[in-house]
T-cell receptor, first 113, second 112 residues
Framework: DQQVKQNSPSLSVQEGRISILNCDYTNSMFDYFLWYKKYPAEGPTFLISISSIKDKNEDGRFTVFLNKSAKHLSLHIVPSQPGDSAVYFCAAAGNFGNEKLTFGTGTRLTIIP | ETGVTQSPTHLIKTRGQQVTLRCSSQSGHNTVSWYQQALGQGPQFIFQYYREEENGRGNFPPRFSGLQFPNYSSELNVNALELDDSALYLC???????????FGSGTRLTVV
């Protein structure tokens, strides 16, 4: 039972354009959502999070949007840079800081110079 | 500020053997979690420790066990290894509060 789904295994975007990564979830009990970035041979690195009481959170080039009614969130990266090429994981938690993270299967983003 | 460090980085074991993986959490972080990441999958939650007590467990059999020490470092023990246990094992520590978990680089376990 995959409670967090990333339906696009890969995405290629031209440098300077916007990258949009999508994530869907099924569990209404999730309260916090996070995006992690992972390079090969490294652990996931926290990027940005959003609480279920918000619909948008922005941090520099990264913006996360949450649509609770659709159980959908997205990560926007603009402008995309070559260093953004990595695997991006969406994760959800029921009570952030005290509970497990449920991860999606990841989207491999490739930025084309 | 040191991050999360895991040892060893790579390990090869034979089916039926036992393995211990180690994790030093980020300074001051009192919560540590372990995840298993199989090839092509997202990390799957194994269990979490908070101040030396198990504080949640995922869908893993009892042969996966853990410890957290007073300095908040942690161990993951796996008994009776199976081929499907081959994966990247990630340790993550947190202080809570919405800033996310800090992950180590993982231990790549191969069971042959």
């Amino acid at each position: 039972d995959q409670q967090v789904k990333q339906n696009s295994p890969s995405l290629s975007v031209q440098e300077g354009r916007i990258s949009i990564l999508n994530c869907d979830y099924t569990n209404s009990m999730f309260d916090y959502f996070l995006w992690y970035k992972k390079y090969p041979a490294e652990g996931p690195t926290f990027l940005i999070s959003i609480s279920s009481i918000k619909d948008k959170n922005e941090d520099g080039r990264f913006t996360v949007f949450l649509n609770k009614s659709a159980k959908h969130l997205s990560l926007h990266i603009v402008p995309s840079q070559p260093g953004d090429s990595a695997v991006y994981f969406c994760a959800a938690a029921g009570n952030f800081g005290n509970e497990k993270l449920t991860f999606g299967t990841g989207t491999r983003l490739t930025i084309i110079p | 500020e040191t991050g999360v460090t895991q040892s060893p980085t790579h390990l090869i074991k034979t089916r039926g053997q036992q393995v211990t993986l180690r994790c030093s959490s980020q300074s001051g972080h009192n919560t540590v979690s372990w995840y298993q990441q199989a090839l092509g999958q997202g990390p799957q939650f194994i269990f979490q420790y908070y101040r030396e007590e198990e504080n949640g467990r995922g869908n893993f059999p009892p042969r996966f066990s853990g410890l957290q020490f007073p300095n908040y470092s942690s161990e993951l023990n796996v008994n009776a290894l199976e081929l499907d246990d081959s994966a990247l094992y990630l340790c993550a520590s947190s202080l809570g509060g919405g800033k996310g978990y800090t992950f180590g680089s993982g231990t790549r376990l191969t069971v042959v």
